[in-house]
């Protein structure tokens, strides 16, 4: 029971470059998360996707484009990369839907990306 | 939206004193409060949470209150130990499929 993987770890990419972080979680869970955090920002939410087939813009979107793959995997693309999206990104997955009220979060290791 | 306010943004504490982070919130229709820890490096974890059917819970030298009334909810840790060391998130959420609204966190330094 791997939890939350994401891909890759650390990835530099120059200006206009574009690139897809991959996350996959095996634990059964309907929603999943894309976050990022920057110092003194906290986590802010990208964009989330509460069910298979539905997909949601969150706090700061532009720049971004997500897809759910399937229930369970969510992908993050950043179509032409820009020095403001230097970041460490979380994807998160909640919520099995089994009746127990489980809504906790369970993070990815994370993705540092530099671009410069 | 939802909107979390957390304070202090810095803690220090001697070893064995306690600690205590401060959530406000502004959905009315939240009733979901995590808190996550975040240590240097590693991905947030989910340490307690509660939900507004109850006021208190504990989980060993870590307690969180709500009051639903004020829209506070704190985290209490007490006897602290360095590898208490952190940064702390709290969030609230209306639950379900609802997304999590985390607060700014908290870096809690606990001094040897």
């Known amino acids: 029971n791997a939890g939350v993987t994401q891909t890759p770890k650390f990835q530099v990419l120059k200006t206009g470059q574009s690139m897809t972080l991959q996350c996959a979680q095996d634990m059964n869970h309907n929603s999943m998360y894309w976050y990022r955090q920057d110092p003194g920002m906290g986590l802010r939410l990208i964009y989330y996707?509460?069910?298979?087939?539905?997909?949601d813009k969150g706090e700061v979107p532009n720049g971004y484009n997500v897809s759910r793959l399937n229930k369970r995997e969510f992908s993050l693309r950043l179509e032409s990369a820009a020095p403001s999206q230097t970041s460490v990104y979380f994807c998160?997955?909640?919520?099995?839907?089994?009746?127990?009220?489980?809504?906790?979060?369970?993070f990815g290791s994370g993705t540092r990306l530099t671009v410069v | 939206g939802e909107n979390v306010e957390q304070h202090p943004s810095t803690l220090s504490v001697q070893e064995g004193d306690s600690a205590v982070i401060k959530c406000t919130y502004s959905d009315s229709a939240s009733n979901y409060f995590p808190w996550y820890k975040q240590e240097l490096g590693k991905r947030p974890q989910l340490i307690i949470d509660i939900r507004s059917n109850v006021g208190e819970k504990k989980d060993q030298r870590i307690a969180v209150t709500l009051n639903k009334t004020a829209k506070h909810f704190s985290l209490h840790i007490t006897e602290t130990q360095p590898e208490d060391s952190a940064v702390y998130f709290c969030?609230?959420?209306?639950?379900?499929?609802?997304?999590?609204?985390f607060g700014i966190g908290t870096k809690l330094q606990v001094i040897p």
């Open positions: 996707s509460a069910s298979e087939g539905t997909t």
């Open positions: 998160a997955s909640s919520y099995p839907g089994d009746g127990k009220a489980n809504y906790g979060y369970t």
């Open positions: 969030a609230a959420s209306p639950g379900g499929y609802q997304k999590v609204t």
